[in-house]
């Protein structure tokens, strides 16, 4: 039904900067909230950021309020993760998904969303 795909990982030093993408195919009619999660090896996926397109709000985790930015291109069926002042500890597998079940809701469990991509790997180092 929705398809999801990552793009514009990569490597970057330390205090870099790197914009992910994630377009969305299919029906994404009742996809209102698109969240980015992560998963750095040895440790349990976490939330990112999200939002929710019905209200243009926003929600961000601590460990990156103030560096990254969710927004997104309603025209392309896109959703962008700018991500600035990066950190070693942001290395991880970056995924976007998709809450399909109609809400206007901004959950930061990982359970809420029903699609996911693939990821897209995000190095940080010098």
């Known amino acids: 039904q929705v398809q999801l795909v990552e793009s514009g990982g990569g490597l970057v030093q330390p205090g870099g900067s790197l914009r992910l993408s994630c377009v969305a195919s299919?029906?994404?009619?009742?996809?209102?909230?698109m969240g980015w999660f992560r998963q750095a090896p040895g440790k349990e996926r976490e939330f990112v950021a999200a939002?929710?397109?019905?209200?243009?709000?926003?929600d961000y985790a601590d460990s990156v309020k103030g560096r990254f930015a969710i927004s997104g291109d309603n025209a392309k069926n896109t959703v962008y993760l700018q991500m600035n002042s990066l950190k070693p500890e942001d290395t991880a597998v970056y995924s976007c998904?998709?809450?399909?079940?109609?809400?206007?809701?901004?959950?930061?469990?990982?359970?809420?969303?029903?699609?996911w991509g693939q990821g897209t790997q995000v190095t940080v180092s010098s």
């Open positions: 998904a998709a809450d399909a079940s109609g809400r206007s809701l901004i959950f930061r469990s990982s359970w809420a969303y029903t699609y």
């Open positions: 299919g029906r994404t009619l009742s996809t209102n909230t």
């Open positions: 939002i929710d397109w019905t209200n243009s709000d926003t």
